[in-house]
């Protein structure tokens, strides 16, 4: 999908200070000891006191300030999310952040679609902008698993999870600053959809919170089913693929850096550096090991980080690569102006 004339003008994180040492953290689970090392973060974000609204707001204002732009100018505002906001389920935090910021004429959508949905929104909201003579979308991603039963070290297998939220604005019209949207390409495979499925619906019962939040008997039982090979070769082509569409000529000379899911080193080793130019070497996981798996913010909160830097010129290119539960991949290359 080539989408013309967007361009990412602006981008914000919040990370909290706190940060907790994995694997002193991993002494404290004596069964899962080994595993948890294994997956190679030196640390994770920890949020004790912000709830995944107040982290949105926060990083919302940093992206608008760095796009130079308004509230009021603003046509659509996401939220996307993997884990519970800390208010009734029917509250909508796109609705409160469009309150908060005061972007009274945008459109607002919470979304959910696993670790990718931060990925999948962006493209959407493209298309949404597409035709616009001036339009902005803020695309915000935020989760919090301190305060639940939740547990960021072992309710999943390979993953530890920190908490943190990152924005991003993306806006039409020519010639803006930024990082311009060279192209986008998604990837479904639907029949993975059950590796986070439970065996069968259950009625919500406070006993059965705890096995919400538990990720690893889903895949146990679908793995068991279906083989660990199925998923690293569907893992792998959808990665093949988002780079023969996005990347048809091969390795770029001003691709810098390549954004990965923060997933355990073991996983990106396996499935990912192996198919895109670079491997590890054009990675982030020098900043990923640092923050932990922070739901669908994976992408954006490491494009914030590459910004800060300020060491990259007009023309440099960065590839964000996101997957999330469903299951989907979606790739998006960007170029500097």
Known sequence: MTLTDLTITGTGSYLPGTRLDVAAAAAG????????????????????TLYPADMALIAARSALAAAALEPHEIDLIAVTAIHRHGHKRLWS?????????GSVGALP???NQGCNGQMLVLQVAGGYLTGR????????ATDQFASSGFDRFTADYGIVYGDGASAAVLSTGQEQPGWRVLAAHSVSAPELEGLHRADAPAPERPDLLRDEHDVRSAKRRF??????EALTETTRSAVREIRKELLPDGDHPTLRRIVYPNLGLPLLQENYFPELPGGADRSLWDFGRTVGHLGSGDQIAGLDHLTAQGVYATGDRVLLLGAGAGFTWTGTLLELR
């Open 109 to 111: 959508l919470t979304v």
């Open 29 to 48: 689970y004596p069964e899962d000891t080994d595993r948890i090392r294994a997956t190679g973060y030196a640390t994770v974000c920890a949020e004790e």
């Open 93 to 101: 935090p796109a609705s409160w952040l469009q309150s908060q910021l």
């Open 223 to 228: 793995l068991k089913e279906k083989g660990r």
């Open 133 to 140: 003579p001036r339009g902005n979308a803020l695309v915000v």
